[in-house]
């Protein structure tokens, strides 16, 4: 798998590729749809299956100030996309330059002249170029002309309603992990290096792993049932506060999750923490023996939830 930057001419074992074309956070159903579309179409041509993707996305270039919204880091979009059978990744830097390219621009000097594209996959909603100009429509008509055959995917729906990237942001606001995970086939992870805190959880017998949550959507508030895989590739079950802390002072935002009967140390190392299951919203206690008591019975009924640990 390969990354590749989308402002220069690809590798020429990439070119005459079949591109899926679009945002892809979260790479929910809708978008595993459209890339699998596109590296069937590859690998029936036999040419390359690129998924092109925008970083940042272009909410944090029109809107800098927005809220954190995002579903996946790209290290993990590259990892989802390998293992939807693409050849390479190919990162469209989102900035003033490409933010002015106009729609025709784009077709003609991204995807025809840098890539060397001879299919497109997108979504049926998908739109580029500046003022959100470039449609479906327009890259069908102009495609062909360039050497690029045009495919669309319908949205997938699941339960009456389309999947979408909003649908899971919202699940995941209302701790509702488990709709979340449904749309995205997987649960919500949140992925950090292990930082050091203050370690006030060991001398309460809990001690975390603290985790910034950098750029990724805030879920509610809360504890949850988790899973952690670490860097060696073991599974570890816990439950995790997810917040502010309010029973400490100062307050500070992390993930911090508590890993059953593991002891290593973690620190400075890459691990993903999985939302399974919302328990509670985060309280304020007033003494550390009432935070130790809910703690208790927050980690037993996580471990209800969970299951047996992985061997």
């Known amino acids: ?28 159903l809708g978008h595993q749809a459209v890339v699998g579309r596109a590296v069937g179409a590859a690998r029936a041509a036999g040419r390359p299956a690129i998924v092109a993707t925008f970083d940042p996305h272009p909410v944090r270039h029109f809107r800098p100030g927005a809220p954190a919204f995002r579903l996946t880091s790209l290290d993990q979009r590259e990892r989802l996309f390998a293992a939807a059978g693409a050849d390479a990744m190919l990162v469209f830097h989102f900035d003033a330059a490409l933010a002015a390219l106009s729609a025709e621009g784009f077709i003609a000097e991204r995807l025809a002249r840098n890539i060397g594209a001879r299919g497109v996959v997108t979504g049926e909603d998908f739109t580029f170029g500046h003022d959100k100009r470039g449609t479906t429509a327009m890259l069908a008509r102009l495609g062909p ?12 729906m699941l339960d009456g309603a389309i999947v979408s990237s909003t649908h899971i942001r919202a699940a995941l606001k209302a701790g509702d992990p488990r709709t ?43 504890i949850y049932a988790v899973e952690g895989r670490l860097d060696d590739g073991r599974v570890l079950k816990g439950a995790a506060n997810l917040g502010i802390r309010p029973s400490f002072d100062p307050p500070k935002e992390l993930l911090e999750p508590y890993f059953f009967d593991f002891a290593e140390d973690l620190y400075g190392r890459t691990i993903e923490v999985a939302l399974v299951e919302f328990l509670r919203p985060e309280a304020k206690f007033d003494d550390l023996d009432a935070l130790v008591v809910q703690m208790e019975a927050d980690c037993a009924r996580a471990r209800a939830i969970l299951g047996p640990a992985h061997p």
Do not use: W
Request: glycine share 16%.
């Open 1 to 28: 798998m390969m990354r590749i930057d989308g402002g220069t001419p690809v590798p020429a074992s990439l070119r005459g590729g079949v591109v899926a074309l679009g945002n892809f956070d979260g790479f929910h």
């Open 145 to 156: 002309a360039h050497g690029m055959t045009v495919e669309t995917v319908a949205p997938v």
């Open 180 to 222: 979340a995970a449904r749309l995205l086939t997987r649960p919500f992870v949140i992925e950090g290096v292990v930082q050091h805190g203050d370690k006030l959880g060991r001398t309460i017998g809990y001690p975390t792993a603290n985790i910034d949550i950098g750029k990724y959507l805030r879920p509610a508030y809360g």
